[in-house]
């Protein structure tokens, strides 16, 4: 792992810590803009895995032998460490799961399997990814109970205003996303748990884009569950993990069966453990949650402050620079906005223009983003967005713009 020094973080030292990125790509130097879909790993995560599986792989709580006691150690330290990371109160707080997705699927059938009924409403965003719109529409259709939205404006921030009349007494649940992985724009979480609150209403926190970029501290956000991934903040893929406030928890039935989660079990009935692990059954990603811990361990070497910093500056950048492109329309906020900008230029579809950029070595994502009710509001088949991590530079950003000034030539 790079060393920290007292004074100002070196980054480029910190970008060879990633050896995936010293490549070329179409015969170009890789250029990857594509951490909003999932980041690099660093050295320090891919010995973790190598380390854990040449001498320490095995079964978790199963086991009396060593290897065993080993694994199930550093399985559960990364529990702890993951409750840490977030400002959780305890480690039990912390369900280990896929991925956001996982996460929001496991609370709709866990929790509002349980909890919902005809009338009911669960309130969510214009602006969320289909992980955490689908879960709410499936669960809908069993229960009869109504999804309901805080509108998108026109400049990517979500209508607040219209929060005191959207937070009726039916609404069971607000879940929204941290920051859009369309749009960059950042929900100031915070105040909408808060409302929520006294409106009688639980919450979820989608951070699958803000738990690698920005500090977060369950204590001052106030969510009842927050759900995230590792493969988007240089840990694994297949790991991450859902947060809920105990008293939560406790109240929600399981939504897997199998070994691991119960306490006893007859022909006819079972008994279950308590949380976290009446949510794990079966064998879990041992080494992805010790991949995680890795990555986390990584983040906090450099610190999410500074992570945020130098992402903030990035998209500041690139956002300036691009929109004096001819034809360019931005997404987004001006103001306040993550580790990404999307964007359309005019006579150019967003897949022609992916494709032309990953030809010069430049990794762009186009499409809608899992995002299709957002793009259909804003009259677009999709957008082309460049997102960016700690590891990227405003010198790959000025060669994306190259790239990009060829590519309007190109398609004239
Ligand atoms: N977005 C992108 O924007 P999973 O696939 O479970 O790790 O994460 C799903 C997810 C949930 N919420 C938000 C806000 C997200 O951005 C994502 C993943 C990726 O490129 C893939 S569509």
Redesign the pocket.
């Known amino acids: 792992m790079h060393e920290i020094s007292r004074g100002p973080i070196d980054w480029a030292a910190v970008r060879r810590d990633f050896p995936i990125l010293d490549q070329e790509v179409h015969g170009q130097p890789l250029i990857y803009f ?1 951490n ?2 999932t980041s690099q790993k660093p050295r320090a995560v891919i010995d973790a895995l190598r380390q854990y599986y040449e001498h320490n792989n095995a079964n978790v709580h199963r086991g009396l032998h060593e290897l065993s006691s080993r694994a199930t150690e550093a399985y559960e330290s990364a529990r702890r460490r993951v409750a840490d990371y977030l400002g959780a109160a305890s480690a039990d707080e912390i369900i280990f799961t ?5 996460s929001i699927n496991l609370v709709a059938q866990a929790w509002g399997g349980k909890f919902l009924g005809a009338g009911d409403v669960v309130l969510l965003t214009e602006m969320e ?1 289909h ?2 719109l689908v879960p709410w529409q499936l669960l809908a259709e069993r229960t009869g109970a109504r999804l309901r939205f805080v509108p998108v404006r026109e400049d990517g921030t979500l209508a607040l205003e219209q929060l005191p009349q959207l937070l009726t007494p039916e609404v069971k649940l607000f879940a929204f ?1 941290h ?4 749009l960059g724009t950042i929900n100031p979480v915070a105040e909408l748990c808060r409302e929520a609150r006294a409106a009688g209403a639980l919450t979820l926190v ?1 951070a ?2 803000s738990a690698g970029h920005l500090p977060i501290d369950l204590q001052e956000l106030g969510c009842d569950f927050l759900a995230f ?1 590792g ?2 903040m240089c840990g694994p893929t297949g790991i ?1 993990a859902l947060y809920g406030r105990a008293e939560v928890l406790e109240t929600m039935s399981p939504w897997h069966g199998g070994g691991e989660m119960i306490v006893s079990v007859s022909l006819e009935k079972s008994t279950y453990k308590k949380p976290p692990h009446r949510f794990e059954a079966g064998t879990p990603n041992i080494a992805g949650a010790i991949g995680l811990a890795a990555a986390i361990e990584y983040l906090e070497s450099i610190g999410r402050p500074a992570i945020f910093a130098h992402d903030s500056e990035l998209a500041a950048y690139a956002a300036e620079q691009l929109a004096e492109l001819p034809g360019m329309r931005l997404l987004g906020p001006t103001e306040a906005r993550g580790a990404l900008v999307g964007f359309v230029i005019k006579g150019v579809h967003p897949h022609d223009l992916t494709t032309f950029a990953d030809q010069k070595g430049l990794a762009l ?1 186009g499409g809608h ?2 995002n299709q009710p957002l793009m259909r509001k804003f009259g677009l088949p999709g957008t082309t967005r460049a ?1 960016f991590y700690f590891y990227n530079t405003s010198a790959e950003i000025d060669r994306m713009m190259e790239i990009l000034r060829a590519a309007v030539r190109f398609f004239a």
């Open positions: 594509d909003a879909a896929r991925g956001t997705t996982e990814h992980s955490n996303t920051v859009s992985n369309s989608d699958a884009q991934s493969h988007k991450g994502r983003h899992c997102s």
